[in-house]
């Protein structure tokens, strides 16, 4: 049976749609409506581009590293958009108080911290294993505790910053987030390698 509840603007903001778009309006319309994401979308991609290619030397040292970095930049961008999923919530049920937003921050600090170690040193465990390079494994599990930090930070940071501005924080917090553990799970990852590994 299929439901006939509309969806929530949370839900269909969520990835930079309008929360007005009608499924069945017309393509030219769709398209308008999702071009200023899917535009800022392709720039921060591009951006993380140029963070790989100012690595070129690194990568071509090591060529694992072009392996291992969409595991980095993936599970950062997971855990920025698990903790996008909760403030958004939050704030739309009115959860979230100026007295308690420190609080919420060192919270999400602290479980990214725990799963930066815990995933973080599986993977490290599981690089030393492939590529027989215990300093790699180490730099592996660095650079994911690092990139959780960051992601849970700015997981809390975006829709709170939107909702300062008077912006709507599910639109876009998606592309955001993404953008921002890419390019920074690359750099991190890259960075601790250029320093560590050459």
Known sequence: MWSTKKPTPICV???????????????????????????????????????IDGFEHTISQLV?????MPIVAGIGGNTGNQTITMIVRALALQNIQPGNLTFLILREMGVAL???????????GVTWWLYDDIALGGVMTLAMVLNLLVAALMGVIIPMTMVKLGRDPAVGSSVMITAITDTGGFFIFLGLATVFLL
Not at 114 to 124: A, C, E, F, Q, T
């Open 64 to 68: 694992a590293l072009a392996s291992l």
């Open 13 to 51: 903001a969520w990835g930079g749609l309008s929360a007005e778009e009608d499924v069945f309006a017309p393509v030219a319309k769709a398209v308008k409506t999702r071009w200023a994401w899917l535009a800022i979308n392709l720039c921060t991609a591009f951006i993380a581009s140029r963070v």
């Open 114 to 124: 725990v799963n930066g170690l815990v995933w973080g040193g599986i993977m490290g």
